[in-house]
């Protein structure tokens, strides 16, 4: 899974968009990221300046898969 799939199945499962931040996007204080790290890709949850649950991946397609499931698996992103 590349970026845009991810983007799309968020937005088939109407995850908020304030919810996430995909390779830069921050909007709110509180909310699950992934982005490029150099090398690798980051996955975690940003609250109140800390990136909590830190999983680092060698490949887009691996962090895209886990951002999905840990998403997916908070109803709270939802509408």
Request: glycine share 8%; hydrophobic share 30%; aromatic share 10%.
């Given at each position: 899974m590349k970026i845009p799939e991810l983007r799309r199945a968020l937005a088939a499962l109407g995850v908020q968009r304030r919810a996430?931040?995909?390779?830069?996007?921050?909007?709110t204080e509180e909310q699950y990221r992934l982005e490029?790290?150099?090398?690798?890709?980051?996955?975690?949850?940003?609250?109140?300046?800390?990136?909590?649950?830190?999983?680092q991946f060698a490949t887009e397609d691996d962090a895209c898969e886990h951002f999905?499931?840990?998403?997916?698996?908070?109803?709270?992103?939802?509408?």
């Open positions: 996430v931040s995909i390779d830069g996007v921050k909007a490029r790290d150099g090398d690798t890709w980051a996955v975690y949850y940003y609250e109140r300046g800390n990136k909590n649950e830190l999983r999905l499931k840990i998403v997916r698996n908070d109803p709270t992103t939802r509408r």
